[in-house]
């Protein structure tokens, strides 16, 4: 991912901020869906772990539930063993920015 700043004499005034991935897809313009990139974040061992609280292989679970899932991966209390790597929070929370695709 690279990040690129545009001065405000260029922008009108202000100054933006332009993210891109390495694809090139600007990352507000990726899209995420829980089957292709959010469902394969979770191992077994975290299915299990959060089996009393909710399912993490449902997508209607983890939709209702997002806003305490990324609190929790933001904390680092979820996954119980270690947090993730911030990319991975960030994919996540783009998920919840982004119209929760399933």
């Given amino acids: 991912m690279s990040v690129a700043y545009e ?15 390495r694809s090139g897809v600007s990352a507000v313009d990726e899209r995420v869906t829980v089957e292709q990139d959010i469902k394969p974040l979770f191992r077994p061992v975290d299915h299990e772990s959060m089996a009393w609280a909710f399912d993490l292989s449902s ?41 929760m695709l399933e």
Avoid: N
């Fill in 7 to 21: 001065d405000g004499e260029r922008t009108g005034g202000s100054v933006q901020l332009v993210v891109s991935s």
């Fill in 59 to 99: 997508y209607d679970d983890v939709k209702e539930h997002a806003t305490a899932i990324l609190e929790r991966l933001r904390d680092c209390s979820m996954p119980c063993d270690g947090e993730w790597p911030e990319e991975q929070v960030g994919r996540f929370q783009r998920w919840t920015e982004t119209g």
